[in-house]
């Protein structure tokens, strides 16, 4: 086995460095984040060092049956685990992905095949493609994202499928998201409420004659305006929550607000600004844990381009960072 270390700014340019040298055949063993040389590193710069191997041609050894032979098969497996990790997956899901992965497969395991071992082992984290909630609200950080989403949503509705959501925003507190809200309304021509009490979101939820989507303040569902908020919802039927998370949020943020807005009952995750981290890899563990699928991703600004349904191949695609699979994404 031909070894060698590669480095890159990034992980993405790291694998790249492996692909060109040593091939689409060669196995990544490991990956760290070592300190950069010469200046930038003494300012603590940093880069990605991978180490990848590849197979070389080696003469026909004869085997002792009294031995086992799985040892190649089981190396194959570590290779594939490290190689699943470099991407930012946990070792746990790393593992259960290689080991299911074709024994037939694992030492020249392309990016394809991983992406359909991936895929399957990923499908509970998709939601299902289901038509609209008579009300569906979106809530999560300042920032996150959440009336972004909500036009992007009205409008791929309304340029696809000819279809007019309602918006509401009862983000009363910000004017500038009720205006950005009320500027995408008027472009697409969907029906805008501005809720800026509990009273008035309750009577648009009363007087909806079609799904609406709706926009909420970026604040802990704990305090006395957002209770009495999700107070009026609950007693609404027909009401699905999503909760919104930047991509880049650090795992350990995330379960923070998954607790902080878990009064808010969400049953689905948006997940925004994919465009700002390099894959979904690292929240893969902390979104199994909390056993919240995921409905959409954002992947960019643009409205309505770039928001996609969440689905199995989707999710792989976007775990493993992979350019050459993003025909899977709809």
């Known amino acids: ?24 055949d060669a196995l990544v063993l490991s990956t760290q984040v070592v300190q950069d040389r010469g200046p930038r590193g003494w300012l603590g710069g940093t880069l990605v060092e991978i180490a990848a191997a590849i197979e070389r041609p080696a003469l026909p050894e004869v085997s002792d049956p009294r031995h086992t032979v799985n ?40 990016a394809a095949n991983l992406h359909t071992t991936l895929a399957g082992q990923l499908h509970a984290l998709a939601a299902p493609d289901e038509d ?6 979106f809530v999560g950080p300042p920032g996150a994202g959440k009336t972004t989403t909500i036009a992007k949503i009205a409008a791929q509705q309304r340029s696809r499928q000819g279809r007019r959501l309602g918006l509401v925003a009862a983000d009363g507190y910000r004017v500038g998201a009720v205006e950005q809200l009320r500027l995408y309304a008027e472009v697409i021509g969907a029906p805008l409420t501005v809720a800026r009490s509990v009273d008035e979101l309750d009577y648009a939820l009363g007087t909806a004659r079609r799904p609406i989507l709706i926009d909420t303040p970026g604040r802990s569902p704990g305090d006395d305006v957002s209770r009495e908020m ?74 309505p381009e770039d928001l996609h349904r969440a689905t199995p191949p989707a999710i792989a695609a976007w775990v493993l960072g992979d350019h050459h699979l993003q025909g899977a994404i709809a």
């Open 1 to 24: 086995m031909h070894l060698k270390r590669y480095r890159g700014k990034t992980l993405k340019d790291a694998l790249r460095a492996v692909r060109q040298d040593l091939g689409p």
């Open 71 to 110: 040892e190649p098969s089981d190396r194959h497996v570590e290779a594939l685990v490290a190689r699943l990790g470099a991407s930012g997956l946990e070792p746990g899901i790393a593992r259960a992905v290689a080991e299911s992965h074709p024994i037939e497969q694992r030492r020249t395991a392309s």
């Open 230 to 303: 999700f107070r009026v919802l609950g007693r609404q039927p027909g009401v699905r929550t999503h909760l919104v998370l930047p991509a880049n949020l650090p795992p350990a943020h995330v379960r923070r607000t998954f607790d902080r807005f878990l009064e808010a009952r969400p049953s689905r995750v948006v997940i925004t600004k994919l465009d700002e981290a390099d894959s979904l890899a690292p929240l893969v563990g902390v979104l199994r844990e909390a056993n919240l699928p995921i409905s959409f991703v954002g992947t960019g600004q643009r409205v």
């Open 132 to 137: 609209f909630a008579p009300v569906e609200v």
